[in-house]
Nanobody, 125 residues
Framework: QVQLVESGGGLVQAGDSLRPSCAAS????????MGWFRQAPGKEREFVTA????????TYADSVKGRFTISRDNAKNTVYLQMNSLKPEDTAVYYC??????????????????WGQGTQVTVSS
């Protein structure tokens, strides 16, 4: 069992940066692949990025490639999402998720086993 708690969202202006984090409980954090997803009002949840257990592998949605960076600190049981050059269309609730099948980096939310409660990111124009 893994519990995930996101923090670090907020209200910023277009072009600003934010760095939400996701803290995980349990001793098996390093064995999970981790992902970030987001859901804007009236829209379906969408994949943002994922990172493998050792940080060697990452993948990004085209919409955030070059602006967002995912990282993890296994010693702190924490995954981060560095978001730069934010746009109003990045406004959403951001969720982190854990996938116990660490050999894959899935963009399919149904393949993740544990989810956080989400943190709101609002980007004003």
């Amino acid at each position: 069992q893994v519990q995930l708690v996101e923090s670090g969202g907020g209200l910023v202006q277009a072009g600003d940066s934010l760095r939400p984090s996701c803290a995980a409980s349990g001793r098996t954090f390093s064995s999970y692949s981790m992902g970030w997803f987001r859901q804007a009002p009236g829209k379906e949840r969408e994949f943002v990025t994922a990172i493998g257990r050792s940080s060697f592998s990452t993948t990004y949605a085209d919409s955030v490639k070059g602006r967002f960076t995912i990282s993890r600190d296994n010693a702190k049981n924490t995954v981060y999402l560095q978001m730069n050059s934010l746009k109003p269309e990045d406004t959403a609730v951001y969720y982190c998720a854990a996938d116990r099948f660490s050999f894959r980096l899935s963009s399919d939310g149904s393949e993740y086993d544990y989810w956080g409660q989400g943190t709101q990111v609002t980007v004003s124009s």
